[in-house]
């Protein structure tokens, strides 16, 4: 997995906010293991099949977080993910296999990061046309 980033400070409405952008590409497949590879993709068309995707991650954290804690956050990420296939990522995380799903992928995502700064809001770009965010409420 290769990372480009970027990184910014901003305020919004009074409240000083850091952003961190990574790109990274990473393959997945959405499958069932209850149902035939057939059935998966009738339900999950080319989807079904490993695939990959240039992903862009947004992270957004309250107040100023230094690069130093992102810098190792995304090393830290980018091993966990390793060769850059988030199903077995996502089973690691949760314990158990999940659909690869953008929805899932944001979730945990949003759990492993509330766990190393104070994360207000999370965005996975997955293509041009499907996205997952996730904003705290304040």
């Given at each position: ?11 919004k409405?009074g ?5 961190f952008e990574w ?5 997945h497949?959405?499958?069932n293991?209850?149902l ?7 339900l999950?068309g080319?989807c ?5 995707h240039r992903?862009?991650?947004k992270?957004v ?7 130093g804690?992102?810098?190792?956050l995304q090393?830290e990420l ?5 060769e850059?296939d988030l199903n077995g990522?996502?089973e690691?995380q949760?314990g158990h296999?999940?659909?690869a799903?953008?929805e899932n992928l ?7 990061a509330?766990?190393?700064l ?10 041009e046309?499907?996205a997952?965010?996730?904003?705290k409420l304040?």
């Amino acid at each position: 997995v290769r990372f480009r980033n970027g990184m910014g400070v901003r305020v919004k409405n009074g409240r000083l906010e850091t952003f961190f952008e990574w790109e990274f590409s990473a393959i997945h497949h959405l499958s069932n293991p209850a149902l035939s590879q057939a059935e998966c993709e009738s339900l999950f068309g080319k989807c079904a099949r490993t695939h990959g995707h240039r992903f862009r991650l947004k992270m957004v954290a309250d107040g100023g977080v230094s690069s130093g804690p992102w810098r190792h956050l995304q090393d830290e990420l980018q091993a966990d993910l390793g060769e850059g296939d988030l199903n077995g990522w996502l089973e690691n995380q949760n314990g158990h296999p999940m659909l690869a799903t953008i929805e899932n992928l944001v979730t945990a995502l949003r759990r492993w990061a509330e766990q190393r700064l104070p994360l207000v809001a999370l965005r996975l770009d997955e293509t041009e046309n499907n996205a997952c965010e996730w904003r705290k409420l304040r």
